[in-house]
């Protein structure tokens, strides 16, 4: 059984001498990774030798991560198609009007005219869609505005938006080109962004802000208490402005 470990042994420091790793030495000896180390520790490899194993570690490492990647890739689209699963479309018209006004909330103007401003053409087509179902509001009868970059075809990036959401070209106004500066950045909006208003909207919006709020009153007990016992954060004097 001693000549047999031995003969073993022996064979594992000629595969290594000849620049195996240990897992391919582990193919032809099978025995405890353990056992190699005691057996191998002694032996010194050869610069082309370790420069081939450091190679296929990296190599190894970056499969692992990759494989790691694309397994967690596959558990979210699992958990996504389980969770579109839950939702029932058409949304009721309840669901599509309170998706709409917690977008709204989300992204829309926070004064008195009704106007959002997005660079998702997703949200936008819901929005322009929303309004025409909830308030029957076509696109012809909104304005809207871009904010792109100077290296941007305005007329292409006006025809998308025309496009998506049926507002007219002519009904664009003056498009806001950011200025190129030190800060500038290469991986700029593909469509840059566009804001959608809705002309005579006050009273909408109002409205709007109404259904959130009575969604919203279920909780507006508890946001007083809170709020009156941190009311002191309210009394700290705002920073003068020296420049």
Excluded: C
Aim: aromatic share 10%; net charge positive.
């Amino acid at each position: 059984m001693k000549k047999y470990g031995d003969e073993l042994k022996s064979k594992a420091i000629r595969l290594r001498k000849k620049g195996l790793s240990y897992n391919e030495i582990k193919k032809q000896i099978p025995v405890a990774k353990s056992t190699l180390s005691l057996w191998l520790k002694g032996v010194s490899l050869k610069l082309e030798h370790r420069q081939r194993l450091y190679t296929k570690q990296i190599k190894s490492l970056s499969l692992g991560a990759q494989s790691q990647k694309a397994r967690r890739s596959r558990e979210v689209d699992k958990i996504i198609k389980s969770a579109e699963e839950e939702i029932k479309i058409p949304l009721s018209p309840t669901a599509l009007r309170l998706f709409g006004a917690a977008l709204y909330w989300a992204e829309g103007s926070k004064g008195k005219r009704f106007e959002i401003t997005n660079s998702d053409p997703y949200l936008i087509l819901f929005m322009a869609k929303w309004l025409k179902r909830v308030f029957g509001i076509d696109g012809i009868n909104l304005k809207a505005r871009l904010n792109i970059y100077p290296q941007q075809n305005e007329r292409e990036i006006k025809r998308f938006w025309s496009a998506l959401t049926g507002i007219p070209a002519a009904s664009f106004g003056k498009s806001y080109i950011k200025p190129l500066s030190k800060n500038y950045k290469k991986n700029n909006l593909y469509y840059g962004t566009i804001r959608i208003e809705v002309p005579r909207g006050t009273d909408m919006n109002y409205r709007v802000f109404g259904w959130i709020k009575a969604v919203m009153s279920e909780f507006k007990p508890k946001l007083d208490i809170t709020q009156k016992k941190w009311q002191h954060l309210l009394n700290n004097p705002r920073p003068l402005n020296l420049e």
